[in-house]
């Protein structure tokens, strides 16, 4: 759909505002004169303006009042000076925020009651339009407020809702997976370098391997533990390597660390 006259107005033009930025206007929902830009980074404004025509801000204040739906992408503990400092003008806006820690309910008591919130968990790779993104369900937004928001953030990745109750446990789960499975496939590039690979091929051989087996579980719906039983063939040598990780607690490290991320996640929304 259509931006439908709906102005956005983007607060923090950093990694995740400009991934969306870039998707959004690339994808052809909008146009750069319906969306503006505020950051305290001028450089990266005028790179915004040069390669999308996005129109920047002068100031902070004109870009809330000139915006109908504003798209909170600046870091987490910006948010409380920034709803703090803007308090008023704030009222009546749809307000969608992608900093961790500020659910929907903490976004409601920082804002004025008539603002509209929508609470969302993207993760990394919408940078190259393959994000994981998270809504959380109850929020506020309009009708075509919250088709608005579906088209925006579906320009650079899958997006699906949860209960605020679990917005916790997908931060730690999609919101900060990347970094696990970037750590993965260091090691492995690592361990094909110590068995005699050079580095360049060893990663490229790691980095499309876990592409693509990401995408054989995505696309076959088959579990990935039947997958992974089917490259373990009896007395082979894959079985092998996979008892190894068994023994040095592999999946258990993965599960303690998902488990590690969420309890901060939970102590940082409160």
């Known amino acids: 759909m259509r931006s439908n ?4 107005g983007v607060i923090g033009a950093g990694n995740m505002g400009e991934a969306i930025l870039r ?12 969306t503006s830009v505020f950051d305290p980074d001028a450089e990266k404004c005028r ?12 100031s902070l204040p004109s870009l809330i009042e000139s915006s109908d739906l504003l798209l909170i992408a600046v870091k987490p503990n910006v948010c409380t000076h920034l709803f703090e400092e803007q308090f008023d003008r704030f009222a009546d ?7 961790a820690g500020w659910g929907g309910e903490r976004l409601r008591n920082a804002l004025p009651a008539t603002a509209r919130v929508l609470r969302v968990m993207p993760n990394t790779p919408a940078m190259i339009g393959e994000g994981m993104i998270v809504f959380e369900s109850g929020d506020s937004l309009t009708q075509s407020e919250r088709a608005f928001a579906e088209t925006l953030f579906g320009s650079v990745g899958d997006v699906i809702s949860v209960e605020p109750k679990l917005m916790d446990a997908v931060t730690a789960v999609s919101g900060s997976g990347p970094a696990y499975v970037y750590l993965f496939i260091e090691a492995l590039a690592d361990g094909g370098v110590k068995a005699g690979l050079p580095r360049p091929i060893a990663l490229k051989l790691a980095a499309q391997t876990v592409k693509g087996s990401a995408m054989m579980v995505s696309e076959t719906g ?6 992974k039983d089917r490259v373990c063939s009896p007395g082979g040598t894959t079985i092998e390597a996979v008892a190894v990780l068994e023994q040095k607690g592999f999946r258990g490290a993965v599960i303690a660390a ?5 309890e901060k996640s939970e102590r940082m929304s409160k």
């Open 222 to 227: 088959v579990h990935p533990g039947e997958l």
């Open 93 to 99: 806006k749809a307000v969608v925020s992608i900093a």
């Open 5 to 8: 006259g709906i102005r956005l």
């Open 47 to 58: 790179t915004l303006e040069r390669d999308l025509g996005v129109t920047v801000a002068q």
């Open 23 to 34: 998707g959004y206007l690339t994808s052809g929902y909008a146009t750069g004169d319906e």
């Open 258 to 262: 998902v488990d590690a991320c969420r």
